[in-house]
Each structure stands twice: as C-alpha cells, then as structure tokens.
C-alpha cells in the first residue's frame, strides 16, 4: 500500500504567523515527519501590530512546555489584565473590558440578575467593583492566580503584551532545536499540479526549489499562495468596519508599566497604547474615507505619553477573510486568511486557532475534502463572531462629533449581532453559539460600557429579601477590594519573577 501520509510542511513566511506555526508543527510531531521547512526573507518586514493578546495565548505556550517568566523576559513583556476603552461610547467616558467574571450567582440565579435589581432599586455600586480584574487594574496591581485560588482569585484571568518580533525570534529558537529548517530567501514562483492545481512547489529569488506535501501560507496581506496563486477570493466586511489604515510607532515609556492596554477612540478611528518593558507601542487605526494619512500620522504623534523612538510606519488593508482559509494543499494562518483590526487583540489568537484547527483535521496526501470543508467552517464561524464583537464597539455609539462616528452609529448591522444586541437590551441575556470565543461577561462589559442596558432581569432574582442580597452584594464589592489591594504593584511583580535584560529600543 502507497504511504499517503504527509511528509513535508512548507511554511511561506515568518514573523509571528509563521514561527507559531512551525514551533507547534515541531512539538506535535516530535520528528515524525520528514521535514517541515519555513522561508522567509529578511528583505520582507513582517507587520507586527499584534503584540496584545487575550488569555488562550497562556494554552498554546503551555502547551510548547514555555516557561512563563523565561518567555516574558525573552520578549519584554508585560502582562494584560483586560483594555480599557477611552472616549468609546463619548467623549470624557472610559470602561475596562476585563478578563474575568463579575461577582457570584446566588441560588442559581445570574448575579447580572441581582446586580440589575440593585440598579433599578437606586443602588449606585459600579458593576466594575465587582470584578477583580478591573479593580487590580485600575490600581496598577497584578499577581497570578494561586494554584488553590480562593473565590476571587478564580474570577481573575490575564494574557500579556509582548514585542511580537521578539516572540517571532524566541519561537525560532524553539523551532530550530526541534529540527524546523529556516530558508532564507524570496519566493518568486509558485508552481501549481497540472492535473489538479494543487501546490507542487515554491522557487526562490536565488533558484532553489522548495517542493512539499502541505503548504501553510503565513506571507502576510498579500497571501502569497492562497490568493496570488490559488485566487481563492476575498470576503470584504469594511462596510462594518470602515478602517483600512494604521500606522504604527514605538514611544518611550514614561513610568510603570499598567497592566492592561488601552484603546482611545479618535476623530477617524482609534490609538492603541501596549505598554511593554523596554517601551510602548502605539498606532491610530483610521479610515482613509474620514481622514488623511498626513493627519493620521499628525495626530498619533501628537498624542504620544512619550518621545517617539522611531519614524511612524504605515500599514493598508481591508478587513475581512479569504473566502476560504483552507484550499487544495494550502492552509492560510494570520494576516494571509484575513484580517480583523486589533480593537480586541484577536490577531495573534486567530493564528493559533486556527493551528489548534489543522492539527485536529491533519489530512493526508488525499487532502479529503471533508477536512478542508470543517477548517472553513468552524473558521469563518469564528471571523463572524468576532466581527460581531468588534463591530458592537463602533455601532454602540453616542459620539455625534465626526463624520466617521455618524457613520459608525447609524450603520446597518449583521442580523447575528442585532439578535444579541436586542436580546441584551431587553432581558440582558448573552447568548454564544458553540466555542464562541468572547464569553459572556466580555459581552456584557463592552455592551453596558457602550450604554447598552438592559431593561427587566430575570423575576427568579426577586426571590431573595433585598437585605440578604444586599449584604452578599457588599460583601463581594468588599472582598474584590481587599484581594486587590493585596497584591504587588504590576512593576513589583515584573521585577520579581521576569524582568528583561535590557536592550536597545527598535
């Protein structure tokens, strides 16, 4: 019987796409497999902007056997208890979107329930008092979870900010003593299977040819393979999120870093602020259709904590996804199967989803369709979701100040997220399909941030006596305090577990 099984893994393209990619191949294969082989060419910058991530990131270095604090210091990283969003839903307001739960049900009813009895009673507690993860980071305070965490603690979850190039280098380092071949050059042609159009091989700038059996496309905007080869077509949601251009630039840091990221919404669009160790990154992500790029750039400058370390670098795209991430022989991770901005740093987790994906559907030289078929399923699903959340951002809106946020506000919406928008609104139930990836107090802090509230609760919340529940509700706003307030700052923490060798700023 012919071995069908797959040998060779070609990998087009670096950066932080390319390195997950080939460091998880390595691991789950353990040398199984007669090479896997990733190029790229250091005449090609690799974008960079994600370097937010949200909490699965801590599965997938886990999962490689990556120390923690030795991955923090490697990348001059910081870690993420959730972001705040500035000037969102209007000028002068701010929220966080924590990575963690809000209070505790009671007698198996939601404590949203509760809470929302309480507010319509006259109660005036904030629902962030009830979270830990918002009270740590408002008073620039983190530690991790115990392993036996208390009440409180076990509502606390967090991710981390790190230099994505550094990440991409550390992942290398990993890949290679795992037996990952790095190539060194420029791909300049894709040769196609005369017979059924799938990829035989790759020639570079120099001639080598690189022949595989499975192609992974991780080459950025363009989709080396997937489009310009394969033209597999695009899916173009920018009428929901009207964005195309950033530009990005490093600052100086100017005090401790805070554990968290932050997002100020702009006349155009937004900034982010990612603290790191060795510095800061920022960006203004905007529309071209509202605002010039000469302003653009103007504006983020102006509006820097800290000196720039560098000229501002622009980027251009289109948000949306490959009409299919899997096609033939060829799988597209990160920029390569779409893009949707970083407003909820989702970038650097669609790569290892969609990983998570390839290795649980691996196919063999057959490349049964039913696999490829399921890949696309359950990734469009999870682009679709995510795009609901972030578009939830823009359309939530009360900003009347600029075009684009008139635009923003009156915008038709996807049916999927105006059913979870009304369903909140009057009843405040948050509803997920499947492994839907934000869970429902992510919802809930991002739609009651952007002033959506919701109008009745559940009747089964009235069944306790309004001083019993006041006095637990107290009681939780208490306890989140005093756990707070007993954990070291964040820049204690960083000093004490994982601090960075120093090193020059970019």
């Given at each position: 019987?012919?071995?069908?099984?797959?040998?060779?893994?070609?990998?087009?393209?670096?950066g932080t796409?390319g390195?997950?990619t080939?460091?998880?191949?390595a691991?789950s294969?353990?040398?199984s497999?007669?090479s896997i082989?990733?190029?790229?060419?250091e005449?090609?910058?690799?974008?960079g902007?994600?370097?937010?991530?949200?909490?699965?990131i801590?599965?997938f270095?886990?999962?490689?056997?990556?120390?923690?604090?030795?991955f923090?210091?490697?990348t001059?990283g910081?870690?993420?208890?959730?972001?705040?969003?500035?000037?969102?839903?209007?000028?002068?307001?701010a929220?966080?979107?924590?990575f963690g739960?809000?209070?505790a049900?009671l007698?198996n009813v939601?404590?949203?329930?509760?809470?929302?009895?309480?507010?319509?009673?006259g109660?005036?507690?904030?629902?962030?008092?009830?979270?830990?993860?918002?009270?740590?980071?408002?008073l620039g305070?983190?530690?991790?979870?115990?392993?036996?965490?208390?009440?409180a603690?076990?509502?606390?979850?967090y991710?981390f900010?790190?230099?994505?190039g550094l990440?991409?280098?550390?992942l290398r380092a990993?890949?290679?003593?795992?037996?990952?071949t790095r190539?060194?050059?420029r791909v300049?042609?894709?040769?196609?299977?005369?017979?059924?159009?799938?990829i035989?091989?790759?020639?570079?700038?120099?001639?080598?040819?690189?022949?595989?059996d499975?192609?992974?496309?991780?080459?950025g905007?363009?989709?080396?393979?997937?489009?310009e080869?394969?033209h597999?077509?695009?899916?173009?949601?920018s009428?929901?999120?009207?964005?195309?251009?950033?530009?990005?630039v490093?600052?100086?840091?100017?005090?401790?870093?805070?554990?968290f990221?932050?997002?100020t919404a702009r006349?155009?669009?937004?900034?982010?602020?990612?603290?790191?160790?060795?510095r800061?990154g920022?960006?203004?992500?905007?529309?071209?259709?509202?605002?010039?790029?000469?302003?653009?750039?103007?504006?983020?400058?102006?509006?820097?904590?800290g000196?720039?370390?560098?000229?501002?670098?622009?980027?251009?795209?289109?948000?949306?996804?490959?009409?299919?991430?899997?096609?033939?022989?060829?799988v597209?991770?990160g920029l390569?199967?779409?893009?949707?901005?970083?407003?909820?740093?989702?970038?650097?987790?669609?790569?290892?989803?969609?990983?998570a994906?390839?290795?649980?559907?691996?196919p063999?030289?057959?490349f049964?369709?039913?696999?490829?078929?399921?890949?696309?399923r359950?990734?469009?699903l999870q682009?679709?979701?995510?795009r609901?959340?972030?578009i939830?951002?823009y359309n939530?809106?009360?900003?009347?100040?600029?075009?684009?946020?008139?635009?923003?506000?009156?915008?038709?919406?996807?049916?999927?997220?105006?059913?979870?928008?009304?369903?909140?609104?009057r009843?405040?139930?948050?509803f997920?399909?499947?492994?839907?990836?934000?869970?429902?107090?992510?919802w809930?802090?991002?739609?009651?941030?952007?002033?959506?509230?919701?109008?009745s609760?559940?009747?089964?919340a009235?069944?306790?006596?309004?001083?019993?529940?006041e006095?637990?509700?107290?009681?939780?706003r208490e306890?989140?305090?005093?756990t707070?307030?007993?954990?070291p700052t964040?820049?204690?923490?960083?000093?004490?577990?994982?601090r960075?060798e120093v090193?020059e700023?970019?």
């Amino acid at each position: 019987m012919t071995d069908q099984r797959i040998r060779r893994v070609v990998i087009v393209g670096g950066g932080t796409a390319g390195w997950m990619t080939a460091a998880a191949m390595a691991q789950s294969f353990k040398g199984s497999l007669e090479s896997i082989e990733l190029i790229e060419s250091e005449e090609i910058g690799t974008v960079g902007v994600g370097e937010a991530t949200i909490p699965p990131i801590r599965r997938f270095n886990a999962r490689l056997g990556i120390d923690e604090n030795e991955f923090i210091r490697h990348t001059q990283g910081s870690f993420k208890l959730g972001i705040e969003f500035v000037d969102w839903r209007r000028q002068g307001d701010a929220y966080i979107h924590p990575f963690g739960r809000y209070g505790a049900d009671l007698d198996n009813v939601s404590f949203m329930d509760f809470w929302m009895r309480l507010r319509q009673a006259g109660d005036t507690a904030p629902l962030d008092d009830y979270c830990l993860a918002t009270t740590a980071a408002r008073l620039g305070r983190f530690s991790r979870p115990p392993a036996q965490a208390g009440a409180a603690f076990s509502t606390l979850g967090y991710a981390f900010h790190f230099d994505a190039g550094l990440y991409a280098r550390f992942l290398r380092a990993y890949s290679e003593k795992r037996g990952v071949t790095r190539i060194e050059g420029r791909v300049v042609e894709v040769s196609l299977r005369g017979e059924d159009g799938f990829i035989e091989a790759v020639t570079l700038q120099r001639g080598d040819r690189v022949a595989g059996d499975l192609f992974i496309d991780c080459s950025g905007f363009r989709g080396l393979l997937i489009e310009e080869a394969l033209h597999t077509g695009y899916v173009d949601w920018s009428r929901w999120l009207p964005c195309n251009r950033a530009f990005a630039v490093p600052s100086a840091n100017v005090g401790d870093p805070p554990p968290f990221t932050r997002s100020t919404a702009r006349a155009a669009g937004w900034q982010w602020r990612i603290p790191l160790q060795h510095r800061v990154g920022n960006g203004y992500v905007y529309s071209s259709e509202f605002l010039s790029d000469d302003e653009a750039a103007r504006t983020l400058l102006a509006n820097l904590e800290g000196a720039a370390l560098a000229d501002p670098r622009p980027l251009k795209f289109t948000a949306g996804m490959r009409s299919r991430f899997w096609n033939r022989n060829c799988v597209a991770l990160g920029l390569a199967g779409g893009f949707l901005e970083p407003l909820e740093s989702t970038s650097i987790h669609l790569i290892q989803a969609g990983i998570a994906k390839l290795l649980a559907l691996f196919p063999d030289k057959n490349f049964d369709p039913l696999l490829s078929d399921e890949f696309n399923r359950q990734s469009t699903l999870q682009y679709e979701w995510i795009r609901d959340f972030l578009i939830a951002h823009y359309n939530l809106t009360e900003r009347d100040d600029s075009p684009f946020w008139n635009y923003c506000r009156t915008m038709s919406i996807p049916d999927t997220l105006r059913c979870k928008l009304d369903l909140f609104s009057r009843r405040g139930l948050v509803f997920r399909m499947d492994d839907e990836l934000f869970l429902e107090p992510s919802w809930i802090a991002v739609l009651m941030g952007q002033g959506l509230l919701p109008k009745s609760y559940d009747p089964l919340a009235d069944a306790i006596d309004a001083a019993t529940l006041e006095g637990a509700m107290r009681n939780m706003r208490e306890t989140v305090r005093r756990t707070a307030l007993a954990l070291p700052t964040h820049a204690e923490f960083i000093a004490r577990h994982c601090r960075a060798e120093v090193r020059e700023n970019p």
